[in-house]
């Protein structure tokens, strides 16, 4: 059974950095496009970055720069650097497939900028 569990959310001050795992159970993350998406209450829940199969990632124009997806493979663990945050930054941050799964999402891990 695949099962997405996130964590490493905490508070932080502008400019700080946190970095976001996902431990996945059931799949590897290696043989599919993973991604991180974010979503406060009351807004649509948006794609933040993604990594597929091959390596290649995509980043939301608004943390280019800022946010690094990656994976170790050998752990299962897909990650989110993420640095020089903002106050926008606040989000409850979830991971899932590219093409996510409604079954799968998670509890998700927050995240807050505080200045």
């Known amino acids: 059974q695949v099962q997405f569990v996130e964590s490493g959310g905490n508070l932080v001050q502008i400019g700080g950095s946190l970095r976001l795992s996902c431990a996945a159970s059931g799949m590897l993350i290696s043989d599919r496009t993973m991604a991180w998406y974010r979503q406060n209450p009351g807004y649509q829940r948006e794609l933040v970055a993604s990594?597929?199969?091959?390596?290649?990632?995509i980043y939301a124009e608004s943390v280019k720069g800022r946010f690094t997806i990656s994976r170790d493979n050998a752990k299962n663990i897909l990650y989110l650097q993420m640095d020089s945050l903002k106050l926008e930054d606040t989000n409850v941050y979830f991971c899932?497939?590219?093409?996510?799964?409604?079954?799968?999402w998670g509890q998700g891990t927050q995240v807050t900028v505080s200045s």
């Open positions: 990594i597929a199969a091959d390596g290649s990632t």
């Open positions: 899932n497939f590219g093409s996510p799964s409604r079954r799968l």
